[in-house]
């Protein structure tokens, strides 16, 4: 990674002001997916643009998170070796997609752009009434102004309160994705994605592994029966899932640690990795001196009270994905270059990668009713479509969930081969306001895995009393 010092625009005072070149100027703190994605769009718009980020340029996704954990999820679930010079080519293999954690290629290509980039930390310079001008300074005490900021420093993994747990002792996913060692056995807290999936990993290299997750069940989010599902197939492929139990406690051992749950067991191994969630980067920047409520962001970005302030990606705790944070980027750079952006742009997909994935959009049927929606939910099993057999893949199923009154497919989740694909599809269904009336004349090719769609629509079709 290497430094770059601003060259022009410097004015007497230690202070860098962006607006004396004539041309529009944004500052933007932190060049993960939403930070990288609106700074190279605002400079090929023509925009001055200054990004800070003192880490890789191009934040977690493609070193530390998504991209490692892909590339050895795709070893884990389709070599089916678990020797251990198939882990050390799976190390290999992960290295070379993150081009060793170098970001010259982020940072060559940005800066081809003609963005700017500072290799520092930037903090808000905190003002009675926030709004614009923006002032930032960075570690050496160098200010910079501008009339739009914008911020996404992105999450940091969250550790959990337990007693006895050791910070530098546990790993984080960070850890996790970036070591050479591969532990005989692991217990995982915490049943969401990341979970799920470095538990995945473990399994796939034939290592013990444990989840620990409090929820009764997994996803609270989506269908209890494809919730179920999911869990009969992790337990299928060696992935022990406890369910509805807290861990109170932690001791650290030489070899391995201790953890204590609350019904009374203890279980042991040879690392504990915490994967309980994420904590936003608000108070690194200063966001939290403003006095404003960086939940609240309106549909571009921006926050009501402090014009020209953009908060986008994890830090705003809206849409923790990285193809939400770069929703998000185009939606800013839009409104930024003066085109109406309004409203909710809608549920935004997500996948976990296990074997099988697991999907989900939009609300699940619990979470409609509640939003006062007369909803109905209808599943569809992969053992209905014939390419089940031709492919010998395992049970799947797929739960939408339909407003009774307009017969519109409002959200769906499901676990099964290529899941993480087919939510696209349910996904334009939902985007797209398609009701069950104009889904069941829609023609789906024989035969292939999409027909899993094809059959719930029948069957809400059935439920509704939809005539031909």
């Not at 200054?50 to 977690?60: A, I, L, M």
């Not at 290799?119 to 905190?126: K, V």
Request: some cysteine; aromatic content about 4%; hydrophobic content about 40%.
């Amino acid at each position: 990674m290497s430094e770059t010092t601003p060259t022009d625009l410097r004015l007497s005072g230690g202070t860098t002001d962006l607006r004396a070149s004539g041309t529009p100027g944004v500052l933007v703190v932190g060049l993960g997916s939403a930070g990288e994605a609106t700074a190279r769009q605002l400079a090929r718009a023509g925009w001055r643009v200054v990004g800070f980020e003192p880490g890789r340029v191009g934040g977690e996704c493609p070193f530390v998170a998504c991209m490692p954990s892909k590339a050895l999820l795709h070893r884990a679930t389709t070599h089916h070796d678990a020797t251990e010079r198939a882990w050390t080519d799976a190390i290999a293999f992960r290295d070379a997609v993150v081009d060793h954690l170098d970001d010259s290629e982020h940072a060559d290509g940005l800066r081809g752009e003609g963005v700017e980039i500072v290799r520092r930390a930037a903090i808000i310079e905190a003002t009675d009434a926030p709004g614009r001008p923006w002032c930032v300074r960075d570690e050496t005490g160098h200010r910079w102004v501008a009339d739009e900021l914008v911020v996404a420093t992105g999450s940091a993994p969250r550790v959990p309160d337990i007693a006895g747990i050791e910070r530098e002792r546990i790993w984080t996913s960070v850890e996790a994705l970036t070591a050479d060692e591969l532990p005989q056995s692991a217990i995982v807290l915490g049943g969401g994605a990341i979970g799920l999936e470095l538990a995945t990993i473990a399994a796939g290299f034939d290592r013990s592994v444990t989840v620990v997750e409090p929820s009764e069940r997994l996803h609270p989010g989506g269908s209890a029966t494809v919730a179920d599902i999911h869990h009969r197939l992790l337990d299928d492929r060696g992935i022990v899932v406890e369910l509805g139990v807290e861990p109170t406690a932690v001791r650290h051992r030489d070899d391995g640690f201790e953890l204590d749950l609350d019904d009374g067991r203890t279980l042991e191994a040879d690392r504990l990795i915490v994967a309980t969630g994420t904590v936003p980067r608000r108070s690194e920047v200063g966001l939290d001196r403003l006095g404003l409520d960086v939940d609240a962001v309106e549909p571009d970005g921006s926050l009501g009270g402090a014009p020209g302030l953009h908060v986008l990606g994890d830090v705003n705790g809206q849409r923790p994905w990285t193809h939400g944070a770069n929703l998000e980027a185009r939606r800013c750079v839009a409104g930024l270059l003066g085109r109406a952006v309004t409203g909710d742009p809608g549920p935004t997909p997500h996948a976990i990668f296990t074997d099988p994935p697991y999907a989900a959009v939009g609300p699940n049927l619990d979470a409609a009713l509640a939003d006062g929606v007369d909803a109905v939910e209808v599943t569809a099993r992969y053992g209905d479509v014939a390419r089940t057999t031709t492919d010998e893949l395992d049970d799947g199923a797929l739960t939408l969930v339909i407003d009774r009154s307009t017969g519109r497919v409002l959200g769906g989740s499901g676990v099964g081969e290529r899941m993480d694909d087919l939510i696209a599809i349910v996904t334009a269904h939902v985007h797209g306001g398609q009701s069950v009336a104009r889904l069941r004349d829609q023609p789906v090719a024989f035969p292939t895995l999409a027909q899993v769609i094809e059959v719930a629509i029948d069957r809400a079709a059935d439920r509704l009393d939809v005539r031909d």
